[in-house]
């Protein structure tokens, strides 16, 4: 592998190597510095932040993409970036990129998603991080805009020196040329998902359920990703590992102190 | 069912329903209200905040627990969650316990924590929620002082109205007797697990790997987690699911004006 002296960019997904995302985002950047590609051999979408530690990790070299150093791995995206650092790069790179994931991340779904996880496990090592994605299931989505928007974004980040510890999660609309209206710093809309199990009985008279549900926006905040998509923009949340309650924590100081020992 | 006006309590876990774990959980509150299980029917760890989407999902009664109301599930910490709301109980309940997870999850551990994920699910559905972690892998751990910490926390809870959406993440250290100081409220520290990959070679003369890590804590301030289970305390955090970045995004909203459209 060459550096050269040029920035080193680690790009992972969770929708797997051969996904048209993770194709349209090493398009997008491959310009902007030495790009590494370790990605899962197979999707592994709704796998949030785990880790393979039952089984045997598999790491292969893959010739998915022409002139990209890439591999694939039988883990998952958290799996990824932790032997890319350690098995591959031998060193941090100097940014990860994760996605283009086929679907949203926005609002709550950030904790259920493998494309974020990724990019939180670099953000914790101390990289500079982003994930992306798109509002778009479909397999052939077009990823015109998510490119640019991608681009757009990564440049930045390796102009700037960024805080080692910056994780972003960026979402693109599904829109089409001037229908797109900008990129838009945003903050976590507070939504949910209405759980509707689709129950069903098997050959030999078995229940089972198979998930469903319909996604619910409960926040009218102004400056959320949620509204920010449904305007037209791509939104960016900067992103925390640290989920301490900060009010929480001064307020059981206090209510508990009867139970407590400071 | 019976609620009779006792408050409910969920009770899962990630280690699954014949875990020493969760049945020491069940004795130590199960006179303080109507107690329910649902947990996986295997174990789940290091599974993060995973929901099955790409396979159906099976709920058998249990007879695990005498006396108990008790369900297993297929399917991961979260589904449990979601299927006891919404087929089992057609309510919230009123407050959801999860654990007593064997080994810890405190500092950065929470994000790859089955435990925590399932009582995250629960408290973005608005029920007061709680994950507990004992820091002892082994299978015969005593659970004495566990116990008595998950009683302490849980019958607080159900005294005074909690906010809907709390979510404490408490973590018992391994110590006995007078050793146990009592509970703290604390802060999630900054840490992190430093990857040693076992590379080995199969008997096809292929690569694999098996993931060990070594846990490093990076946080010297006197509040966080880790330094009060060091000092003999439980320690409590209190935990957002809003993972906003608050201060990022105000510096982004001034610095990358020149790409963004506000």
Redesign the interface.
């Given at each position: 592998m060459k550096h050269e002296g040029r920035p080193v960019i680690l790009i992972t997904n969770d929708d797997g190597i051969t996904a048209p995302g993770i194709r349209n985002l090493v398009d997008a950047v491959k310009d902007l510095g030495e790009v590494i590609v370790v990605a899962p051999d197979s999707p592994q979408?709704?796998?949030?932040?785990?880790?393979?530690?039952?089984e045997?990790?598999?790491?292969h070299k893959s010739n998915v993409f022409d002139g990209i150093d890439s591999w694939e791995c039988s883990g998952t995206p958290?799996?990824c970036v932790?032997?890319a650092?350690?098995?591959i790069l031998h060193r941090k790179p100097d940014l990860c990129l994760s996605g283009i994931n086929h679907g949203a991340n926005h609002s709550?779904n950030?904790?259920?998603s493998g494309t974020m996880?990724a990019a939180?496990e670099a953000a914790?090592?101390g990289i500079p991080s982003v994930g992306f994605s798109l509002l778009d299931f479909s397999y052939d989505a077009d990823f015109s805009i998510a490119g640019h928007v991608a681009r757009?974004?990564a440049a930045?980040m390796l102009q700037?020196a960024m805080?080692a510890h910056?994780?972003l999660n960026v979402n693109i609309p599904k829109v089409y040329g001037e229908e797109f209206?900008?990129?838009?710093?945003?903050?976590?809309a507070?939504a949910?998902w209405q759980?509707e199990?689709d129950?069903?009985v098997d050959p030999r008279g078995?229940?089972?359920?198979?998930?469903t549900g319909k996604f619910m926006n409960m926040d009218e905040r102004e400056d959320t990703d949620v509204q920010a998509l449904q305007n037209g923009?791509a939104s960016?949340?900067?992103?925390?590992?640290?989920?301490?309650?900060?009010r929480?924590?001064q307020n059981?100081?206090q209510?508990?102190a009867h139970?407590?020992?400071?």
């Open positions: 979408s709704g796998m949030g932040h785990a880790i393979t530690i039952g045997p990790l598999r790491l958290v799996d932790k032997l650092r350690d098995k709550i950030i904790i259920y996880s939180m914790i090592e757009t974004i930045q700037t805080p910056t994780l209206r900008g990129i838009r710093i945003c903050r976590q507070y949910k759980e199990f129950h069903r078995k229940d089972y359920y198979w998930m923009f960016v949340v900067p992103v925390k590992f640290d989920f301490t309650d900060e929480m924590k059981l100081q209510q508990w139970i407590t020992n400071h």
